[in-house]
């Protein structure tokens, strides 16, 4: 394993302490590395509260601040934040207008953020499950949440920042949940500091297909195709999926997964974008980066996120996290 | 090779494209793939104009946009571009009020830009080499210019911005430059799409200290060391080198090289920043990220630019451009 590191003990706090003191200005550490949260709180605001396993950064630390999270939750490397966690984070931010807790479909966060909501008061959830790579996996019932969560975030943010209530924001997120579709590809696999080796095995000429985003298996090992295959296959399983959906003004957002460098995934959105537009999509957003990664491995998603024009609004919005930051 | 790409032939060119229409709002592609410039130029502005091998990205293209780079100039992988990009972009931006380039020390690119900036008129040039590794290396005459780069042209561009002549430009340039020192270390090699091999073979339990950002030799090859140990040594280096400057307040720049994820750039960050400033440094600025990259290297640079009152300032104006941007 090769791997900046001291102690695979340490991992996460240390980057973490890092990751607080790098950006002091908008985020304070909770205590016992518990969650993120804003450094300035907005009273009345609903607070929106997310988490998951780390290994995917910047998810969800990233976007802590102004416009989209108030707080996150950190859970050891691909492991869900245990309810405490959560319970600790609403008591920092909620400034009596209620929390909304966004989770990615996975059974354990699923079930620690139950579990954290039926602890606190005036919480409501929404769960994302953008991948239409599989209908069930290793660690899901029913399908992932993977980089769309940014999306519903950063929309559901925006509308908060506006003073939207509780119900009103878990109907939105809903909505953006069900207006957005992602498939991954990997071409390497990633490696847990704990386990110090790769999660999977993957020869010299193969991708997964369809890989989620710890390294659990996809639709198919295959052979390593062109750019443009990958793009073909992936671009048609999310627009199948849309079905009649699929047309009109879009998000187009190719997230790398750690490991592959950005002139490859602006070559992918190249690709993307050809194929989405050939199909009658207009891609009038986009988004290109590595933002919900798999730790260190080699591979990209494509996330299409269907706008209107209230969604392409909140989108805009300003927004200013370590990871996201626009108009201010 | 394992890389997301239709033909090594158009890597560069696809991606690009991509690039172009991800980030039309800011930027627009010269005739031919020759340069990158800001789509909305500001008459009576200094143009700045930088460029070099492809590999690094976002740098510089990334850096095209509103209070920082006027164009760029992107050569073929890990080489220079050629003088009859910079002249064309020269007279693509060149508003009347000169030119300033801001160029890596590399031969291949420093011999281009000098018979560029003597076939135009009105271009001054600043040469960065923050690279305190070696003195001279593979590529270079003196020193490598590096990570640091990008500091330069952030606060130069903001100087430019708000009005500088020519002639404080080129000074305001040096000046950075001099206050800026990095240092790199590898734990893999990157792999050229062109050779589609690694550029140098590592050892699983080895790292090359000092690495350049083509894969260039370093100081040394080492047994891979931990976080703690490996930053110490690269703050030493960057510290002795500024010698009685390194005190006071600073912006400290750690540097994915393509293949790092965030959680360990902020683990690294966490360690330099406790190092440097047991030393003495003040931190009071900070970027953690993967901006001048060597393709798909795992790997890490430390960057420390002494700042001043004026440079801090320069720092913290608005930028917008695809890879950095705030305050608009």
Redesign the interface.
């Known amino acids: 394993m ?6 695979v003990d340490t ?2 706090t ?6 607080a ?3 002091a200005d908008i985020l304070v550490l909770g205590e016992g590395h518990k969650f993120i949260r804003r450094r300035e709180l907005k009273p009345g605001k609903v607070a929106l509260i997310s988490g998951g396993g ?2 995917h ?2 998810l969800h630390g ?1 976007f802590v601040g102004h416009g989209m999270l108030d707080a996150a939750c950190p859970g050891q490397v691909f492991t869900s934040p245990t309810p405490d966690q959560m319970l600790a984070a609403v008591e920092a931010v909620d400034t009596g207008a209620g929390c909304l807790f966004i989770v990615k479909n996975y059974e354990g966060d699923v079930m620690n953020f139950d579990m954290a909501a039926e602890m606190a008061d005036g919480v409501q959830q929404v769960v994302t499950n953008d991948d239409v790579a599989v209908e069930n996996s290793s660690y899901t019932t029913g399908r992932r949440g993977v980089a769309g969560t940014l999306v519903v975030e950063k929309i559901v943010g925006a509308a908060a920042e506006n003073g939207m209530a509780l119900p009103a924001l878990k109907a939105l997120g809903e909505r953006v949940n069900a207006a957005t579709r992602s498939m991954g590809v990997a ?2 696999s990633c490696t847990v500091p704990a386990a110090g080796k790769p999660t999977f095995e993957i020869g ?1 000429g193969e ?1 997964e297909f369809g890989v989620g985003i710890h390294g659990e298996p996809g639709r198919r090992r295959d052979a ?1 195709k ?3 295959a ?1 793009a073909e296959e992936v671009c048609a399983a999310i627009a199948g999926d849309l079905g009649d959906r699929a047309k009109g003004p879009a998000l187009l957002f190719v997230n790398g997964f ?14 993307a ?1 050809r194929i989405f537009e050939r199909q009658g999509v207009t ?1 009038i957003r ?1 988004l ?1 980066g ?1 933002y919900v ?1 798999s ?2 491995m ?1 591979g ?1 998603s494509i996330t299409l996120t269907m706008l209107d024009d209230g969604m392409t609004a909140l989108w805009d919005a300003p927004v200013h996290t370590a990871a996201l ?4």
């Not at 240390?14 to 990751?19: A, C, H, I, N, T």
């Not at 750690?258 to 690709?271: H, K």
């Open positions: 090769k791997k900046f590191l001291n102690s991992v996460l240390e980057s973490l302490d890092g990751f003191a790098a950006h780390s290994g950064e910047p990233g071409l390497t010299d991708m390593l062109s750019a443009d990958i750690g490991g592959t460098p950005s002139m490859e995934l602006y070559l992918m959105y190249n690709s974008r891609v986009s290109v590595s990664t730790l260190d080699a990209c930051r626009w108009g201010m």
